[in-house]
Nanobody
């Protein structure tokens, strides 16, 4: 059972990245998926969430209008990040949670810098 986050990298301000969160050993269908991030010296914060039932979404104010969370039928969830800013620099983690289980990916580093 594993949750794998990928897609991070170095991007210039204003650029875009797509993060992926792929599950192996279990199905994401019944799990709510969240993306968190942790910047150096700061606490981990939730960035976005998509529910398992109706795909309702949530975004923290700092990324609303720039990031989009989605999920597909390949057991993968995504975080599409546009108009990236230096303050988006952080390690991004995906999380899959249902009533009894809570899985975390290993984190992928996003660096926004010119």
């Amino acid at each position: 059972v594993q949750l794998q986050a990928s897609g991070g990298g170095l991007v210039e301000p204003g650029g875009s990245l797509r993060l992926s969160c792929t599950a192996s050993g279990f199905s994401l269908d019944s799990y709510a998926i969240s993306w968190f991030r942790q910047a150096p010296g700061k606490e981990r914060e939730v960035v976005s969430r998509i529910s398992s039932r109706d795909s309702a979404t949530y975004y923290t104010d700092a990324v609303t209008g720039r990031f989009t969370i989605s999920r597909d039928n390949t057991n993968t969830a995504y975080l599409h990040m546009n108009s990236l800013k230096p303050e988006d620099t952080a390690v991004y983690y995906c999380n899959a949670k249902d009533r009894v289980t809570d899985y975390w990916g290993q984190g992928t580093l996003v660096t926004v810098s010119s």
